[in-house]
């Protein structure tokens, strides 16, 4: 298997971090989150590389991560999202009273609804998805295991956690999901957040102030 390449991007109006994932050598190219107006810089990074695009992998329906999606999403393409944020999907404007003014937060079609436990294949490799709710009811994390590395959305960041007073929102459920999914991960698994720097599970675990093992 040929290894993985991961080119961070902080990206749209208040700095949401997508991932664009590839093969060494490869041809195709994976877009985990989608912010607003990042169909540009998204494009160069393939241009430069001679890849295509071939799937869009939402964690979660906010519009931070989703709303750039529509400007990359083309026909075959497959495009992932948990069901529960399915109304954020489809119907994007309802989120307008908590997004940024002026913008316009269109429909993503998606093509495959995910649920905890599901395994996705990249390129040989396998892929657990773990539905971590709390943030947003439909938040997930894609956990690479072979690279040691988990794309959790914003359920947890380095020295913090989500959000939990949007609507969807919920404390308790924010918590479970760290406690038991996140933190169940080895040590070093690295958590590729959706806002801020890169973490640990170790580092989180033993610094994060808001949830404790």
């Known amino acids: 298997m040929k290894d993985l390449v991961v080119k961070k991007m902080e990206l749209g109006p208040i700095g949401t971090n997508a991932f664009l994932l590839?093969?060494?050598?490869?041809?195709?190219?994976?877009?985990?989150?989608?912010?607003?107006?990042?169909?540009?810089?998204?494009?160069?990074?393939?241009?430069?590389?001679?890849?295509?695009?071939?799937?869009?992998?939402?964690?979660?329906?906010?519009?931070?991560?989703?709303?750039g999606a529509h400007e990359l999403a083309e026909d075959g393409m497959e495009i992932i999202g948990h069901e529960d944020d399915r109304i954020m999907f489809e119907n994007p404007a309802l989120m307008s009273t908590f997004s940024i003014p002026g913008l316009e937060l269109k429909p993503i079609n998606i093509t495959r609804w995910v649920k905890d436990e599901d395994q996705l294949d990249l390129w040989g490799r396998t892929v657990l998805v773990m539905h971590c709710p709390g943030h947003c009811p439909g938040n997930v994390a894609f956990l690479f295991s072979d690279e040691s590395i988990c794309f959790v959305g914003d359920v947890i960041f380095h020295g913090s956690?989500?959000?939990?007073?949007?609507?969807?929102?919920?404390?308790?459920?924010?918590?479970?999901?760290?406690?038991?999914?996140?933190?169940?991960?080895?040590?070093?698994?690295?958590?590729?957040?959706g806002h801020g720097p890169d973490t640990t599970v170790g580092k989180e675990k033993v610094s994060n102030p808001f949830v404790r093992p």
């Open 22 to 67: 590839w093969e060494e050598n490869g041809g195709e190219a994976v877009l985990i989150d989608a912010p607003p107006y990042c169909a540009a810089e998204v494009n160069e990074i393939l241009n430069e590389n001679q890849l295509v695009l071939v799937g869009i992998w939402l964690t979660h329906g906010h519009w931070d991560h989703m709303a």
């Open 161 to 193: 956690v989500g959000r939990t007073d949007l609507p969807g929102g919920d404390v308790s459920k924010l918590e479970d999901s760290i406690r038991n999914k996140i933190y169940s991960l080895p040590d070093d698994t690295v958590l590729a957040v």
